[in-house]
């Protein structure tokens, strides 16, 4: 056997090799875009309300009916928790808070609304799952504020 033969035959595959450089990312790399796709859906969905308010009430009248609330107040809460969410996760403070409250949002989205949207849902929902149990990752105010506290 010749030493580039030994060399070779002693070094982990290629495959092995990139799924170990794979599993060293740190969390707060990948959590940057989870929290910035999440912003973006929810405040790409605050943009449309504010566009047109007048629309936005006919839809919460006729089509989306959320029920026990009458559609200015649910109007106003779904434009309310689409305008705060969004900015508190692309800042990474209160990270879990607003995915909890969105989780929720999307609950009622997909149960009361628009149940046959459950492939679009379901990938919200794993996004801010992942949030809500893992956090913001080091690239956030929430860690910032959780390291100065820390004992």
């Known amino acids: ?16 090799r990139v799924v170990r450089t794979l ?10 875009p989870l929290r910035a796709a999440v912003a973006v859906v ?9 566009a047109s308010w007048d ?31 969004p900015v508190l996760l692309v800042l ?18 997909e149960v009361l609304v628009y149940p046959q949207a459950w492939p679009t849902h379901i990938q919200w929902a794993a996004m801010l799952l992942i949030l809500l149990c893992r956090g913001p990752g080091a690239l956030s105010i929430d860690h910032l504020i959780r390291k100065r506290f820390e004992v």
Not at 23 to 32: E, K, R, S, T
Not at 92 to 108: K, Q, S
């Open 42 to 50: 929810f405040w790409n969905s605050a943009m449309a309300k504010l």
């Open 23 to 32: 599993d060293q990312v740190p969390y707060g790399v990948l959590a940057l």
């Open 92 to 109: 990474g403070l209160l990270t879990r808070a607003a995915a909890l409250v969105l989780l929720g949002m999307t609950t009622v989205i």
């Open 55 to 85: 629309t936005t009430i006919a839809l919460f009248s006729d089509e989306y009916q959320v029920p026990l609330l009458p559609p200015e107040l649910a109007a106003n809460m779904a434009l309310s928790i689409e305008l705060t969410t």
């Open 1 to 16: 056997m010749t030493q580039a033969t030994a060399a070779t035959q002693s070094r982990p595959p290629f495959a092995w």
